[in-house]
C-alpha cells in the first residue's frame, strides 16, 4: 500500500532533512567563534582574519628595548600637535603586558598585526591595560585623558594603542603618505575583526587607538560605570 507513495514520501523526508542541514553548514563557522568570543561582535568582509582566529593562538611578539618608548617620549614636543595627541601620555611607563589584556582581544590584534606584516608594516603594541592607579596618576598630572576613571576601554584590558615601527622608531606623523595608509590600513583591519578605530571618532581622531566596543560596553556596565 505505502509503496504506491514511495516517491512522495522520499520527497518529503528530503524536505524536510534539507534545511536542518544547510543551517548545520551556514552556520558552522560563527558557531565556532561565538562559543568562545561571548559579547564580542563577529568579523566581517575578510575570510583571512576568521581563518586565522580560528587557527592555532598567534604569539605575542617580544618586548621592545625601552629605548624606543623613551625617545618617544623625549622627541615628542617636536611633532606637530594631531601626532603629538597621539603619543600616550607618559607612555614610558605605560602597561605593555600582552598578557593584561582580555585573551580574546589579545588575539584580534595579534591577527591585525600580522596582516599589517603581510603588508610592509610592524606593528608595536605602545599600551594596553590601564590600572586606576596610572589613571588617578595621568588625572594627578593634569594629562588630558580621553576618557573619565571607568570609563576607559584600557581599563578593562579591552583597548590597546599601537604604533607603526620604522627602522627602530615609532611613527606617528600623519603627513607622511606611508604612515598615513598604515594608520588607516590598521583601522580598516580592526574594523573587519570586529572591533573599533579611534580613527573613526567624531572628536579626537585617536588613530592609535583599538577597542572591543561590545565586551568594553558589558564591562563598564558590570562596573556600575555604565
Ligand atoms: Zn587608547
Known sequence: MLWRYRWSLLAAAMLLGLPPLIVLLVRHDSVHLASFETGYTDPVGNPQILELLNGERLVPPPALPPEVFVIAEAERQQLDRVAAELVPDKIVSADRRWDAIDPAFQQ??????????????????VEG????ARQAELAAAGKATRAKAGQSCHQYGLAVDSAILKDGKLQWNMNDDWVREGYFLYG???????????????????????????????????AGHG
Not at 108 to 125: E, H, P, S, T
Not at 188 to 198: D, I, K, M, T
Not at 203 to 219: L, M, P, Q
Open 108 to 125: 584580534r590584534v595579534l591577527v591585525i598585526y600580522a596582516l599589517m606584516k603581510q603588508r610592509g608594516y610592524d606593528m608595536a603594541l
Open 188 to 222: 580598516e583591519l580592526a574594523e573587519q575583526a570586529g572591533l573599533s578605530w579611534g580613527g573613526n571618532w567624531r572628536s579626537i581622531k585617536d588613530y592609535v587607538h583599538v577597542e572591543a566596543k561590545t565586551a568594553c560596553r558589558d564591562a563598564r556596565r558590570r
Open 129 to 132: 591595560y590601564r590600572s586606576p
